[in-house]
């Protein structure tokens, strides 16, 4: 028989994916997929029943239906006070996983290089294997996350083609100030390079931080690649509905690419969320500070059961160091804690460059009685 492809045997199954399975094993709390364990908001569950009645079963326009694009449009405009045109500047995709992969492919040829900084949301480095694209890490430096400046001028004198910046950033929940994005912005225009910003919790942010769309700096908006979605905004990971905004030359070629992958996300669902996105800002603020009370109850536990972390900034991950129980593998830390406390963490590594252990990833998008009850399995932890 013949070998299947080399991409093949160099992708790994998602260890976040495999987390969630080992805690349904050992019957612990899932604090490694980042899902939250409620339904999203009775309106939007109301507009995908009205959806599926009014027959809205068939293929929507490829890029996005037009009603939905209007309606995110509107509310980008909205946000990051810049003028979005529904018409030449959305692509509708499958989630925000789908939107990498179509920014990726629509602005690298194999072999060219793509930075990012390290720690990443592991996504990342399959799309640059699925693209043929050159990873080049530049480190976020714990336990604050910062990025020391003369490290990244390194990696982008090295001849990147673009730069991914996952801002909020997931696993770290680092929300980089604009000075910080300047900096970039500054090296981006200096060696000609693409920003792909992924962006999906620009709205899980905590006072006295603040997000800045990346495409709002000076000279960015022709440059960058704006991915994010609906999922962690609305409570709905499963619908699968994200986008990327671009320049309309950019999105002209990001159409075709997302054509040819996935032709359409799911129409009714499309129809569905133009509900949610007429929610008034009130919403945003409520999910927000709901999310800050969330944080705080975790923290709460881990401060109890006297273990160290970086207190988030945005996202609802939290970073927490294990160094201190001694184990030479955060995996076998990890299953060992899914197994005899009950919590199930994602292993630090899935998300550093080889050779990091010192770290589990946890999350808090979760009801307050399970994380009053993760809480009190982690104090186990004290002994």
Known sequence: MPQTSRRTSILTESVIREMSRVAVQHNAINLAQGFPDWDPPAALIQAAKDAMDAGR???????GSPELRGALAAKLTRFMGLPVNPDSDLVITCGATEAMMVAVMT??????????????YENYLADMVLSGAEPVLVPLHPPQYRFDPAELRKAFEGGLKAFILCNPSNPCGRVFTREELLQI????EEFDVFVITDEVYEHIVYAPHRHVYFATLPGMAKRTLSCSALSKTFSITGWRLGHVHASPEIIAQARKVH????????SPLQHAVVTALNF???????????????????????????????????????MVDISHFGYASDIEFSHWMAKEIGVAPVPGSSFFAPGENRYIRLNFAKKPATLHAAGQRLLRLKK
């Open 57 to 63: 079963h068939q293929y929507a326009v490829t890029w």
């Open 107 to 120: 602005v690298c040829d194999p072999g060219e290089k793509i930075g990012l900084f390290s720690p990443f």
């Open 185 to 188: 912005a500054a090296l981006a």
């Open 259 to 266: 054509d040819f992958l996935t032709v359409g996300a799911a």
């Open 280 to 318: 008034p800002v009130s919403y945003y603020d409520g999910l927000a500070a709901e999310y800050a009370v969330s944080r705080d109850v975790l923290l709460g536990y881990l401060d109890q059961a006297g273990l160290s972390y970086t207190r988030p900034e945005g996202s609802y991950f939290v």
